[in-house]
């Protein structure tokens, strides 16, 4: 069982940064490839973003890359999810997810994740 805790969510102005935390419980963290996710109010999960198991590949959406990224620490059981350059559409619940892999690769699709965190909020005012 592997829990997952985000954090680092918060109200911030277009143009600005947030880096967010997904800290995870439990031994199977740096065999777990990550992904982060969103949803803003009234739509369907996004995918935003995901990690290999051992960091070596990153995979993004297209409305994020170049201004977002991922890493990982696994002596630190956290995956990190620095934004930059923010806009008023990436006003959402971002949430991390865990998948257990064999292989360095990324996932996109919320069916393939197995655990899931609570989410944190995250609003850019224009």
Same mark, same amino acid.
């Given at each position: 069982? =592997?829990?997952?805790?985000?954090?680092? *969510? &918060?109200?911030?102005?277009?143009?600005? !940064?947030? +880096?967010?935390?997904?800290?995870? $419980?439990?031994?199977?963290?740096?065999?777990?490839?990550?992904?982060?996710?969103?949803?803003?109010?009234?739509?369907?999960?996004?995918? =935003?973003?995901?990690?290999?198991?051992? *960091? &070596?590949?990153?995979?993004?959406?297209? !409305?994020? +890359?170049?201004?977002?990224?991922? $890493?990982?620490?696994?002596?630190?059981?956290?995956?990190?999810?620095?934004?930059?350059?923010?806009?008023?559409?990436?006003?959402?619940?971002?949430?991390?997810?865990?998948?257990?892999?064999?292989?360095?690769?990324?996932?996109?699709?919320? +069916?393939?994740?197995?655990?899931?965190?609570?989410?944190?909020?995250?609003?850019?005012?224009?």
């Amino acid at each position: 069982q =592997v829990q997952l805790v985000e954090s680092g *969510g &918060g109200l911030v102005q277009t143009g600005g !940064s947030l +880096r967010l935390s997904c800290a995870a $419980s439990g031994p199977t963290f740096s065999s777990s490839a990550m992904g982060w996710f969103r949803q803003a109010p009234g739509k369907e999960h996004e995918f =935003v973003g995901a990690i290999s198991r051992n *960091g &070596g590949k990153t995979s993004y959406a297209d !409305s994020v +890359r170049g201004r977002f990224t991922i $890493s990982r620490d696994n002596a630190k059981n956290t995956v990190y999810l620095q934004m930059n350059s923010l806009k008023p559409e990436d006003t959402a619940v971002y949430y991390c997810a865990a998948k257990r892999s064999l292989g360095i690769i990324t996932f996109r699709f919320i +069916r393939e994740y197995d655990y899931w965190g609570q989410g944190t909020q995250v609003t850019v005012s224009s």
